[in-house]
């Protein structure tokens, strides 16, 4: 009976060990499970900070307010709500619209400045880098009061365009509209833009391009045919990185759209203050979530073709 008992013993003390030992010899000949360990501390972390967040805004979204209080009851009547008010449909449409024309005018004016930089700059690239990201070292606060004094009825426009004859009465639409919220948008935005439309391009072979001028192509058929479709990856990312927060972006419409130039931001952010209406806002936060989520993959599918077509 002794020596049964210590074989066991052993054998329990012996299996962990050779459960270890077929562990590292597993992580050592897969690449992908070192790969998923390499991962693991940033899965945590975005499990973490990003899925129990959702799952919690989730559950939020179910519940009903009664007065001061919540009901915990778990009903679908806020998404009912959101689905049938016209007023939540309009500041979806007018949010998406407002941040996909900045989305556009952000990358069409940062696409010349990286270009110019991954072509036509040979030393100091990342000085030039540097200076062009300068301005957006400071608070995004501070930039969207400096365009409010910018855009204002006595502010700089208005100014120099009334000290030299060309109005009589300031310009009210540059301030507390929508244009104002774009531009304010398309700038705060740039450097967003600017570093992986400069990454897309620094990465073509400029062999290439040397290829196509050798068979003919002009400056217009060689950016069209070569360019064009090899810095996709950087306009698509960028594109990404401008749409997505900005759609849901309260600071600078609350500052300088005005009633016409309020997007759904606003309004969540005050079902979460002033109205204490804590679940309507999570409502509103998901269904915001959904749509964006939608129109992006609809958005790289769409891009994806033309793609495989221009190539």
């Known amino acids: 009976m002794a020596e049964t008992s210590l074989s066991k013993s052993r054998t329990a003390r012996g299996a962990p060990r050779a459960f270890g030992a077929r562990l590292t010899r597993y992580l050592r000949r897969s690449e992908t499970a070192r790969g998923y360990l390499l991962m693991s501390p940033t899965l945590l972390i975005m499990t973490i900070g990003i899925v129990v967040p959702f799952i919690i805004l989730l559950v939020i979204s179910m519940w009903t307010r009664q007065g001061f209080s919540f009901d915990t009851t778990l009903t679908l009547a806020n998404y009912a709500r959101a689905w049938n008010e016209?007023?939540?449909?309009?500041?979806?449409?007018?949010?998406?619209?407002?941040?996909?024309?900045?989305?556009?005018?952000?990358?069409?004016?940062?696409?010349?400045?990286?270009?110019?930089v991954a072509f036509h700059v040979h030393r100091n690239k990342m000085m030039w880098l540097i200076l062009m990201t300068l301005p957006f070292w400071t608070s995004y606060l501070l930039r969207v009061f400096a365009w409010k004094v910018i855009l204002g009825y006595e502010g700089v426009i208005n100014s120099g365009l009334s000290a030299v004859g060309l109005i009589d009465a300031p310009l009210a639409f540059l301030l507390y509209s929508p244009s104002a919220v774009i531009i304010t948008l398309a700038h705060a935005w740039a450097a967003f833009a600017i570093l992986p439309l400069y990454v897309s391009l620094e990465k073509i072979d400029k062999s290439l391009l040397e290829a196509a001028t050798d068979l003919g192509d002009g400056p217009v058929a060689r950016?069209?045919?070569?360019?064009?479709?090899?810095?996709?990856?950087?306009?698509?990312?960028?594109?990404?990185?401008?749409?997505?927060p900005t759609t849901g972006d309260y600071i600078t419409p609350a500052l300088l759209g005005g009633p016409d130039g309020a997007m759904i931001g606003n309004l969540i952010q005050v079902q979460f203050g002033a109205v204490n209406n804590w679940p309507m806002g999570a409502t509103l936060s998901i269904v915001l979530m959904l749509w964006i989520a939608a129109l992006a993959l609809a958005f790289l599918l769409v891009t994806c073709k033309v793609q495989e077509r221009i190539a």
Do not use: D, N, Q
């Not at 950016?223 to 997505?244: K, V």
């Open 86 to 116: 016209p007023i939540y449909g309009a500041l979806l449409a007018r949010s998406f619209w407002i941040s996909g024309v900045a989305t556009v005018a952000t990358v069409a004016l940062c696409y010349p400045m990286a270009y110019y």
């Open 223 to 244: 950016f069209l045919r070569i360019t064009l479709p090899l810095s996709m990856p950087g306009i698509i990312a960028a594109s990404f990185l401008i749409f997505i």
